[in-house]
């Protein structure tokens, strides 16, 4: 690292550096000139060696007592104090130790931050001060292999010899025998770090201590299809984080007691918002309720209460990954335009949830790493300021200079500081790694303090996104041992990235070549953003036909997001499962608005209609969605007149189908391949389409004539046999009234069915009231004439009948029993040829 963040003077010198490098080489000069000087390998015997001392026995025999420091305390004591350390130690050999003694050491004040990481990266047992000794050790007599040990040391402040204000190395060491080496040696030692600042300085150092509440994504695209649109979660995990004693819950517990500037992602609170009402879990194919409702409540209002008077950052919507859309998004065409919008989100998120007027104003790569690129897409998304970290924007300084300095384009960088933003990233699962961790990050601060003391200076931490419970018991540890604020005091964010710059900082944004290897291996695929443009397109296509577009507006807009997430670093599997299932649920969202298959239609005539129908099966309706309907052969079916494409708005409620119907016209015999297609307003395919086939069975002018034909001669026969069939009952009622006597021959005129009547209109010159007329016959009358009932069915009377013959049933057919006339047709008759 190019800073020097050191007192003046302090850093190793180039001389310093190169006599390191040279000293290997230097000593194996003698050994060289005796190989080249050829001795021979049976050289004669040298005089014998005398014995290893205890020093050397301990410089190669490394540590076989493993030392554990669990509790230090005070972190940073002041005058009158007693400094206690406890802990065990174990030995890791394979024999007993015998004679052991824990001891404390103190060694001199470190010059500065750069001597404090190297003190911290020793791992040898010699070469440290000597115990204290005296009252102030602990002796084992025997340390068994494998069984660790408890310690306990008191020791008067005082008696410490810190002398100066400034850092101290401690050390406790462990001394014993071992059968291999019977006399005392140091065993095993373990370093920390000690802060000596008993009275306030003059001016300290402004600490700005970022709390991120940032998780992994849990909620899905998926809702009910109920009117609450019930959310459907990935999975049941985050309610183990809000839980008592989760990761979540620690964050906020600890976070309310101490002076910190929250970083949240929206995503988070969202969802955890989401939980407090009825919520579902996915499980395999199915989704199964979620129960988890009051743990995401009392996570909510404890979280409401914390950042009640605290200053709240806002990240874009679910933390989208800056560096991956510089490096592998920009060329995806689109891949920046949802940045702004999560931004938004974001602002309204906080604020409707936690009541509080979140800043959106600041943008957080990975680690704080930068270049150009990703500069650029920070403030595509509206911020102006970047916290970046002083390993990338590195400064070249004996001190360390504020945090805030401008960096072009009205951009301001807030530049973490490296050392105090790492301190707490290894595991903090042991007591023991957590108080090496305090009490390191605790000399770490101090140093910078006594760097310039009269200069005061603002330095931000920007820890790791997502810290374990155990890393962020040991973040707040270390913020208790700063409350007494001798040489540090808290502010926040906001106020930090305000303060006016060092004017010697660097702000030079590095090369997109410095960008760490390591972080660039895990970024997102270039194919997770051409992923999300195809899902966003048709997302578009899709809520631009819905006549409530904000039931989907939401659930999918927030999934595109959480796409591209920083959450998906190192997990590109998981990453690409979710991308799909958000793209397959919106998939089967559009597919429910379809056409319906039809099968092979026949069009008989020159023209007739083609129903096409359209099926909604969404629960809201659908608008601005247009059919059309294409003829691939308009020589043979032209449609609605003379088109080959014809199309019809479509407008249908939800859980509805419409019919949907076009004129067809057919020009000549033959198949026809018809498709159909569903277009949005602005012309774009919706759906696939749908083909059919559509049989033309013309019907030419020649056919229709001979058709016409056809049913006109039917006509003339049937009017043909009416006209005999009226002539045959003429004849019949004529020679019925012959045989009669009335001695009539002249014209007489003929009834609708073909009887005869006289004068006044009657049947065979009778009355009204007689047989003729369908009366009743006068007795002993024979009914002489022939005619027919009141029913219009024609009757038979004659000698046959009185004779005492069977007449017949009344609907059997009269027999023609009379004689034919030859006589020549009386005037007005009409003969039968």
């Given amino acids: 690292m190019a800073e020097a963040a050191d007192f003046q003077g302090t850093g190793h010198s180039p001389a310093r550096r190169w006599l390191r490098r040279t000293a290997p080489l230097l000593a194996g000069v003698p ?231 929250w970083v949240i992602d929206p995503d988070l609170i969202a969802t955890a918002d989401a939980m407090t009402r009825n919520y579902r879990v996915r499980s395999g194919d199915t989704t199964v309720p979620g129960r988890n409702q009051a743990v995401a409540v009392k996570w909510l209002d404890s979280l409401e209460k914390a950042v009640k008077n605290a200053k709240v950052v806002a990240l874009p919507f679910a933390d989208p990954d800056l560096a991956s859309l510089a490096h592998r998004g920009k060329s995806v065409s689109g891949a920046l335009s949802n940045l702004q919008p999560a931004t938004d989100v974001a602002d309204d998120t906080v604020e409707t949830v936690l009541h509080v007027k979140p800043s959106v104003d600041f943008a957080w790569p990975v680690e704080g790493a930068i270049d150009p690129s990703i500069v650029d897409v920070a403030t595509s998304a509206g911020a102006h300021k970047v916290i970046t970290r002083s390993d990338s924007l590195q400064d070249n300084l004996p001190y360390t200079p504020n945090a805030a300095r401008p960096i072009g384009g009205g951009t301001t960088a807030v530049v973490a500081d490296y050392r105090l933003s790492t301190a707490f990233q290894d595991d903090m699962a042991t007591s023991s790694s957590s108080t090496l961790a305090v009490q390191k990050f605790l000399a770490q601060s101090l140093a910078v303090t006594l760097q310039e003391p009269e200069n005061q200076r603002t330095v931000v931490v920007a820890p790791q996104r997502t810290p374990t419970a155990a890393q962020a018991q040991s973040m707040a540890r270390a913020l208790r041992a ?125 023209s007739a209609t083609i129903p096409v129908t359209v099926q909604n099966q969404l629960l809201q309706g659908v608008q601005n969605l247009v059919l059309r309907l294409k003829s691939d052969n308009p020589t043979r079916l032209r449609l609605d007149g003379d088109l080959a494409v014809a199309e019809r708005p479509i407008k249908i409620d939800g859980g509805h189908s419409q019919s949907v119907k076009f004129t067809g016209a057919g020009n000549a015999n033959g198949p026809v391949q018809v498709t159909a297609q569903l277009y949005t307003v602005d012309g774009k395919p919706y759906g696939d389409p749908m083909t059919f086939q559509v049989k033309v069975s013309e019907i030419t002018p020649t056919v229709m004539l001979v058709i016409a034909g056809g049913v006109l001669l039917l006509v003339l026969a049937g009017v043909k046999m009416y006209s005999q069939r009226k002539r045959a009952v003429a004849r019949k009622a004529g020679a019925a009234a012959a045989d009669g006597g009335d001695g009539t021959t002249g014209d007489t005129p003929v009834d609708g069915d073909g009887g005869p009547r006289d004068g006044d209109g009657d049947r065979d010159g009778t009355d009204a009231t007689g047989p003729g007329n369908g009366g ?13 009932d009141t029913h219009g069915t024609e009757r038979t009377a004659g000698p046959e009948a009185a004779e005492g013959t069977d007449p017949g049933q009344p609907s059997d057919p009269t027999p023609d029993t009379g004689r034919e006339s030859t006589d020549a047709s009386g005037a007005g008759e009409k003969v039968d040829r």
Avoid: C
């Fill in 31 to 261: 050994l060289l000139a005796t190989l080249l000087a050829g001795t021979p390998a049976t050289a004669a015997p040298t005089a014998p060696q005398a014995p290893r001392t205890p020093q050397a026995l301990q410089a190669s025999e490394g540590r076989t007592v493993r030392v554990a420091l669990d509790t230090l305390a005070p972190s940073a004591p002041v005058k009158g104090d007693t400094l206690t350390i406890s802990g065990t130690v174990t030995n890791t050999g394979k024999t007993a130790v015998t004679d052991a003694q824990v001891d404390l050491r103190v060694g001199p004040r470190m010059a500065g931050r750069t001597a404090i990481d190297d003190a911290a990266a020793r791992t040898g047992v010699s070469g440290d001060v000597a115990p204290l000794g005296g009252a102030y050790k602990v002796t084992i007599p025997e340390l068994p292999a494998g069984i660790p040990q408890d310690f306990a040391l008191s020791v008067p402040v005082s008696k410490l010899g810190l002398d100066e204000d400034g850092v101290y190395q401690l050390g406790v060491s462990v001394t014993g025998r071992t059968p291999a080496a019977p006399y005392d040696r140091i065993l095993g030692i373990q370093r920390t770090f000690l802060p000596w600042q008993p009275d306030r300085t003059d001016k300290r150092t402004q600490v700005t201590m970022l709390w991120p509440l940032i998780s992994t994504t849990h909620l899905s695209a998926e809702t009910g299809r109920d009117d609450q649109q019930t959310p459907v979660f990935e999975n049941d995990d985050l309610a183990e984080e809000l839980a008592s004693g989760g990761r979540l819950e620690q964050m906020v517990s600890l976070g309310s007691q101490s002076p910190v500037t």
């Fill in 482 to 606: 700063l409350d007494a604020e001798r040489w540090t005091e808290p502010t926040d964010l906001i106020a930090a990235a305000a303060v006016s710059p060092d004017t010697d900082a660097t702000t030079k944004v590095p090369s997109a070549a410095r960008y760490p290897k390591k972080l660039r291996a895990q970024e997102l695929p270039a194919k997770t953003f051409l992923d999300i443009k195809n899902t966003q397109d048709r997302f578009d296509k899709f809520k631009a036909i819905l006549s409530a577009p904000d039931r989907v507006a939401a659930p999918f807009g927030n999934a595109i997001s959480r796409a591209m997430s920083t959450s998906w670093r190192g997990e590109p599997a998981e990453a690409q499962q979710y991308r799909d299932t958000v793209d397959t649920y919106l998939q089967s969202l559009t597919d429910e608005v379809r056409l319906i298959p039809k099968s092979v239609l026949t069009l008989s005539g020159r």
């Fill in 776 to 788: 009743p016959a006068p007795d002993g009358a024979g009914a002489t004439g022939g005619g027919q």
